[in-house]
């Protein structure tokens, strides 16, 4: 028997004693990373997952006939909008895919209307940042700027070292998973298995409001052969863009289908707000799907593509509706570093960042 969802309460959040520290100094530690890589590439790129390796044009159509519970903000009632996703890997700056690193997701909706969130006001969009990973690297804010500023360090590094040390940390990565372990550590550092970026599940692994209710969301294939990819391993050897390579393959011919879903919040003290590490227990609390991403074949990576999203786009969880407001401290400190990296590659680009209000304004 699944238990009624936990209503919001502001009890369920607590901000740390020096958060507004710990936020100026994410947002300092992700402006030297994308400083750094300006120097280098000549050009901006984001301070996280700054290598895309599909971008995409398709649908989102929200699902009717799921329990009254699930219908909220956006998912209150059948529709279809117009989508846009990007696909990518985690550091802030352009590695050869030997280096292997978690996997991202970023989906805009478009054409959302509804009360908006703070410094979301005039916009009509939904994003969605995703991670192939149920939790979040880092439990808090502090420890998520910990982390941050662990890559920041080796943002400069030279590659053929980078390479070298993937290699190893996937091989303690794997003897580690062989015992029932896993090192998310050792995966953002390059420890990550070489499997196919359109097999992963992806997750907000960090907690939102869903109306009166708490949820996490999750992106999963649908379509058999993306199910077919899942742990699949890419032959990398002498293919720095080897997953874009391999996603440009698929969509030359091939359609493709997710599913949305959300899991809602049963318990306050097995599923907290503000330890973003913990993964909630599906058992106690299943994914309910309540709509369809669907995108159709086309060509999923160009540098027109590239300079329209990777470029003239910024996805943030801040971008949405108020029913849809991002919880905890780590999401509390993305909002200004995001913005800071959408500002900085306006800046130095003389790209101004597009945020579509309707299917004709989408630049793919």
Not at 49 to 54: D, R, V
Not at 66 to 86: D, E, K, M, S
Not at 316 to 322: C, D, R
């Amino acid at each position: 028997m699944i238990q009624d969802p936990v209503p919001y309460s502001p009890e369920l959040e607590h901000r740390e004693p020096d958060e507004a520290e710990t936020t100026a100094g994410l947002v300092e530690t992700m402006r030297g990373i994308v400083e750094t890589t300006n120097a280098h590439y000549g050009y901006p790129v984001r301070a996280v997952h700054a290598k895309s390796h599909g971008l995409l044009r398709g649908e989102l159509t929200v699902l009717g006939g799921f329990a009254p519970r699930y219908a909220q903000g956006l998912f209150a009632r059948p529709a279809t909008y117009p989508a846009v996703l990007r696909f990518s890997t985690n550091p802030g700056d352009l590695l050869d895919d030997s280096v292997s690193v978690p996997r991202g997701l970023a989906v805009k909706v478009v054409g959302v209307e509804g009360e908006r969130l703070p410094g979301s006001e005039g916009m009509a969009t939904q994003d969605f940042v995703l991670v192939n990973a149920p939790a979040f690297v880092a439990p808090s804010a502090k420890r998520f700027l910990a982390s941050a500023r662990v890559l920041a360090a080796t943002t400069d590094t030279p590659q053929v070292l980078k390479k070298a040390a993937s290699a190893v940390l996937r091989g303690a990565e794997a003897a580690l998973e062989a015992v029932g372990g896993k090192s998310p550590t050792l995966s953002a550092l390059g420890g990550h298995p070489n499997t196919h970026i359109l097999g992963e599940t992806f997750y907000s692994a960090t907690p939102f409001l869903y109306g009166p209710y708490v949820a996490k969301f999750s992106v999963a294939p649908v379509t058999p052969l993306l199910r077919r990819y899942a742990g699949r391993k890419v032959d990398v050897a002498g293919r720095p863009e080897a997953l874009r390579e391999e996603v440009m393959a698929y969509f030359a011919s091939q359609d493709a289908e997710w599913e949305l879903r959300v899991q809602l919040c049963t318990d306050a003290e097995t599923m907290p707000v503000e330890d973003a590490s913990v993964p909630w227990p599906e058992e106690a609390s299943p994914f309910v799907t309540v709509a369809r991403l669907r995108v159709p074949a086309q060509p999923s990576w160009s540098e027109e593509r590239s300079r329209a999203v990777d470029l003239g786009m910024s996805f943030s969880p801040w971008h949405g509706l108020a029913a849809h407001r991002p919880l905890g401290s780590i999401n509390r400190a993305r909002k200004p570093a995001y913005e800071m990296s959408s500002r900085f590659r306006a800046e130095h680009s003389g790209c101004p960042m597009h945020e579509p209000r309707a299917a004709a304004e989408i630049p793919v």
